[in-house]
């Protein structure tokens, strides 16, 4: 490659914007670059920890606290979901995992209010107990910052 080639492939303003992109033949926008990064991290160690708790306790006391177990597992699958969008990226990606995201905001302020309102409904916690105080309050805190994320992404490809 020539230096006149190789300028030419690169902005007159000295940005490479190809850090931002998906490759060409997939036609999609990257989600996952600077904060982005981060969110799919995060993401997959709740997908880790809500599935695999939920999954133990399923499997060896169900019948114990049904309710709660079963929410967690729920947690569990919005997490992997909007794990996997953040990573495939494009604008319904996009969209599907900031619907996702307000859906579990949704469930962590329904499931945290009513372990407070009705801690008997909740004989165990689930991942949303307590808007997520067993998990360092990440559960509440992660849909708001997804969704800055995922609305601050979309302006920044129109």
């Known amino acids: 490659m020539t230096a006149t080639e190789e300028n ?3 902005p007159r303003d000295g940005r490479d914007d190809t850090v931002d ?3 060409a033949a997939t036609g999609r926008t990257r989600l996952i670059s600077g904060p982005g990064i981060l969110l799919v991290w995060l993401y997959g160690v709740m997908v880790v920890g809500a599935v695999s708790r939920s999954a133990v306790q399923i499997s060896t006391e169900f019948d114990k606290a049904p309710l709660a177990y079963s929410l967690s597992a729920v947690a569990g699958l919005v997490y992997g979901f909007i794990t996997y969008s953040l990573v495939r990226g494009g604008e319904k990606a996009r969209r599907a995992a900031l619907v996702c ?9 329904i499931v945290g209010t009513w372990t407070l309102v009705e801690p008997s409904a909740f004989p165990d916690a689930t991942v949303w107990s307590d808007y997520g105080m067993g998990y360092l309050f990440i559960p509440v805190l992660l849909p708001l910052s997804a969704m800055y994320w995922l609305r601050k992404a979309r302006t920044a490809t129109l």
């Open 21 to 23: 992109e998906v490759p």
């Open 8 to 10: 030419a492939s690169v």
């Open 101 to 109: 995201c307000a859906a579990e905001l949704a469930g962590v302020l």
